[in-house]
Structures are given as structure tokens and as C-alpha cells.
């Protein structure tokens, strides 16, 4: 077994447990961390929940959460909360959980590796044409990587990498970067200072939280937009 110090450039070099080609580090161990909590504190806090006026204050924040994620997908997908609210809650509470815990002394984001954060982009990758396929049907979807000329065929297929690389690199370099910078300020200057960065931190962890999440979502209604836009013409028509 090996163990080696956190202060690295990327949790995936903390190993704490390694068996040939199995390797146990530090972002596989968070990013379970960060799982566990979500599921005990979701059946926790959904295992007792009321209709009534009189009800838990953690039901209350969780129907606040919830009623928030469900208002921005609606407005990034003209309606259509309750569809995408359970892959987009999750990769907003994930991501959010993942940052705000950075307050926890010995604790190393998994959004600081890229490994994590390239996973997260490609859920969104994949989940982009199954959005669009189950809106569409696969030959319409695949119609508009054609359109309006077969030559454009590529350059869509280049979209879809190159949005897919942003997505993990701008949310991996602004965790990582803002963790290295904790680190030497804490370093250099020990006191006040560092205090008021990691206040800052956790705001920035929470738009990063939020930027990923509407981007995933503004993709995902791309996507299913000319198919929606489609049927509302054929609505008004009739």
C-alpha cells in the first residue's frame, strides 16, 4: 500500500491502495464520499415526507433546492423541468457538494481531476443525442448533422468534441487552480487572508456548480428544440 501526500497537483496521484492494474486514490474515494452522502441524505430526508401545511425544515429545503433546479431547466428548456430534472439535479448537487466540502481540512475536491470532471462532460455527451433521439427519433436527430449540407457533417461532429472537452477542462481548472491557490496563500500568508479566498471559493464552487449544469442543459434543449418548435407549429396551425 502506498500513501502519498495530498498536496499534488491532482487528487488522482493521492493513492491509497493499489493491486496491480486496481488503483484506489484519492479522487475514487471522494467522489464515493460525495455519493454516499447524497444517497443516505436524500432517503433521509425523503423518507418522511408530508402533504400538509406543517412539515420538516429539511423537507422545506429540499423543496426550495428541487423547486430552484426544476425553475432554471424550465427556463433553459421552455417547460420541460420535470424531463431533465433528475439527470441535471444530480450533476448540480454532485458538483455543488464536490466543491462546497473543500472546507474540510484534509479533503480534496474530485472536480480537481480531470478524470472526474472529463466523466461528468461525457455523461453530457451521451446524454445530449438520447435527449435528442427520445424527442425526435434517431433519424430526425441525425438529419440535423447534415443540415443544410452534407459538408457540414464534420464541423457538428467537432462541435460536439470540442463543447464536450470545454465542459471538463473549464470546470477541472477552476477547482484546481483555486485549491493550488488556497495552498500557497496558506502558506505565504497563514492568517486573514486565506480565510476570505476560501470564502471565495465556495462561491466559486457554486457557480461552477451552476454553469456546467445550465450548459448541459442549454445542449440538451438544443438538441430537442427543432423538434419542439416542429410540434408547437404544428399546434398553432391546427
Known amino acids: 500500500m502506498e500513501i502519498m501526500t495530498i498536496d499534488m497537483i491532482s487528487?488522482?496521484?493521492?493513492?491509497?491502495?493499489?493491486?496491480?492494474?486496481?488503483?484506489?486514490?484519492?479522487?475514487?474515494?471522494?467522489?464515493?464520499?460525495?455519493?454516499?452522502i447524497l444517497v443516505v441524505g436524500s432517503w433521509l430526508v425523503t423518507r418522511n415526507l408530508s402533504k400538509d401545511?406543517?412539515?420538516s425544515r429539511w423537507q422545506n429545503f429540499l423543496e426550495v433546492v428541487v423547486g430552484g433546479i426544476r425553475n432554471e431547466i424550465n427556463e433553459a428548456s421552455h417547460g420541460c423541468g420535470d424531463k431533465y430534472l433528475p439527470f441535471i439535479g444530480t450533476l448540480f448537487l454532485f458538483i455543488?457538494?464536490?466543491?462546497?466540502?473543500?472546507?474540510?481540512?484534509g479533503?480534496?475536491?474530485?472536480t480537481s481531476s480531470l478524470t472526474t470532471t472529463a466523466a461528468l462532460a461525457v455523461s453530457v455527451f451521451f446524454a445530449v443525442p438520447i435527449f435528442g433521439i427520445s424527442s425526435q427519433g434517431?433519424?430526425?436527430?441525425?438529419?440535423?448533422?447534415?443540415?443544410?449540407?452534407?459538408i457540414f457533417f464534420p464541423f457538428h461532429v467537432m462541435g460536439e468534441l470540442s463543447r464536450t472537452l470545454a465542459l471538463a477542462v473549464?470546470?477541472?481548472?477552476?477547482?484546481?487552480?483555486h485549491e493550488k491557490v488556497i495552498a500557497i496563500l496558506l502558506a505565504v500568508t497563514p492568517l486573514f487572508f486565506p480565510i476570505v479566498m476560501q470564502a471565495l471559493g465556495l462561491l466559486i464552487?457554486?457557480?461552477?456548480?451552476?454553469?456546467?449544469?445550465?450548459?448541459?442543459?442549454?445542449?440538451?434543449?438544443?438538441?430537442?428544440?427543432?423538434?419542439?418548435?416542429?410540434e408547437e407549429t404544428e399546434t398553432n396551425k391546427a
Open 170 to 177: 473549464r470546470l477541472f481548472g477552476n477547482i484546481m487552480s
Open 107 to 110: 479533503y480534496v475536491a474530485p
Open 11 to 36: 487528487p488522482d496521484q493521492v493513492i491509497f491502495w493499489q493491486w496491480k492494474f486496481i488503483t484506489i486514490n484519492a479522487t475514487l474515494i471522494y467522489t464515493w464520499l460525495i455519493m454516499a
Open 53 to 55: 401545511i406543517r412539515f
Open 205 to 230: 464552487g457554486l457557480i461552477q456548480a451552476y454553469i456546467f449544469s445550465i450548459l448541459a442543459m442549454v445542449y440538451i434543449a438544443s438538441a430537442t428544440q427543432a423538434h419542439e418548435e416542429k
Open 96 to 105: 455543488c457538494l464536490s466543491n462546497l466540502l473543500a472546507i474540510v481540512p
Open 138 to 150: 434517431v433519424g430526425e436527430y441525425f438529419k440535423e448533422y447534415f443540415r443544410p449540407t452534407f
